[in-house]
C-alpha cells in the first residue's frame, strides 16, 4: 500500500484525496484546523470543500501534525494554495523530506520569491529535481467529485516517478500519464490562471464568445513567448497540459480564476472579491509574480501586463481592455 501524505484542506486536495484513497493508497490528511479535522473524523466528509464525497476512514487519516503525517509517508502532496506554501512547511527540516518523492498539486508562485513551487521546495529543502514532480492538466475538482471523465499530466524529469504516480491516479474515470516538462507544465499551469482571470474581466465588462476566442488566441502565443524565454525547449503546447488547462479554466462554470476575474471585470475590488469567493484565484498573486520575473526577460506580455495594471495598479478594467483590443489580431 503506497503511503501518502496530502498537505492541504481546500477542494483539490480534497479531490486527490478521494482519488487516491479510492484507488487503495493510505493518505494522511493535513489540514490546519481541528475542526475541520474533528468534522472529518466524525462525519467523514470535508464540511468546507466537496462536501458530497465520503471519505473511507480506514484509508484516509485527518490530522493536524504535520510532522506526524509527514515521517509516514513515502510521497507527500502539496495542495495548499502557492502563497502558503511557505507557512506549511515552516516546521519540517531538510530530513522529513529525505527519501520522500514530492508532487506539487499547485498551480501558482511563491510570492515574494517569485519561484515555482517545485523550485521553492528543492531549493528550501535541497532536493534533487529528480525527486519532484507536478500533476497538472484540465482537472476541477468539481468534477471529480462528480466522477466525471477527467485527465493528468504529471510532470518530473523522473520519468519513473512520473509514471508511478500516474500510476496511483488511474481510475474508471482519470487517465493520467507522465511528461518530462516539468517547468514548461508548471509555468503553464501559473500563466493560464492569469489568462482566465483576465477573460473573466473581459466576461464582466460585456465582452462576449468572439472576443474571448481572440483573447484566448492570443494568449497562447503570449504563453509560448515567455516560457521559451525562461526554458527554451521543443514543447507542443497544444498538448492538454498547456492548451487543454487553459481552455478549461478560461471558460469552465469552476474556474476560480474566472469567476474572481469576472467580479473584477463587473466593478468588484479585488479584496471584495477575495471576500466573496472563499476559495482562492491563484492568477491574482502569480500576475504579480511573473510581472516582476519579466522585468528582467522583457518578453511582450499585453495580456498579463494588463491583468496586472488592473489588479496592482488600479487602472480601470475598461481602459486596460480598449488598450489590449487594440494590439490583438
Ligand atoms: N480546485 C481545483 O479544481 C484545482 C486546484 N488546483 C490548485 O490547487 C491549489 C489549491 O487550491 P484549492 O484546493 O482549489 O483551494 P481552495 O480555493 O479550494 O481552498 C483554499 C485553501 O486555502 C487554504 N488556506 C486558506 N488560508 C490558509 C493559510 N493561511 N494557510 C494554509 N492554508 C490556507 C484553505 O484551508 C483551503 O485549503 C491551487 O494552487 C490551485 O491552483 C489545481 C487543479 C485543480
Ligand atoms: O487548474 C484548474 C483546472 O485545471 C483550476 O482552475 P481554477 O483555480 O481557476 O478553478
Redesign the pocket.
Known sequence: MEKIAMI????????LTKILSENGARVGWW???KDDVQHLRSTRHNR??LSSVAFDLTRVFPSTDLEEVVKEADWLVL????A?VK??LDKLDRDALKNKRIIS????MIPGKNLLVTDYVAERFRLPVASLGI?AGP????EVALEKQSYLTIGSVDHQLAEDFSQLLRNRYVKAHPMADLDGIEYCAVMK?IIALTCGIAHGLGYGDNFQAVLVSNAVQEMRRFVHALNPQPRDLSASAYLGDLLVTAYSQ?S?NRTFGSMIGRGYSVKSAQMEM???A?GYYAVKSIYELNKELKVPMPIATAAYHILYEKISPAVELEILKEKFR
Open positions: 492541504g484542506g481546500g477542494s483539490w486536495a480534497t479531490a489540514q490546519r484546523s468546507r470543500y495542495a495548499v494554495p502557492a502558503f507557512d506549511a498539486a499547485i498551480k501558482g500533476v482537472c476541477h475538482a468539481e490562471n469552476f476560480r472563499n476559495m482562492v491563484e
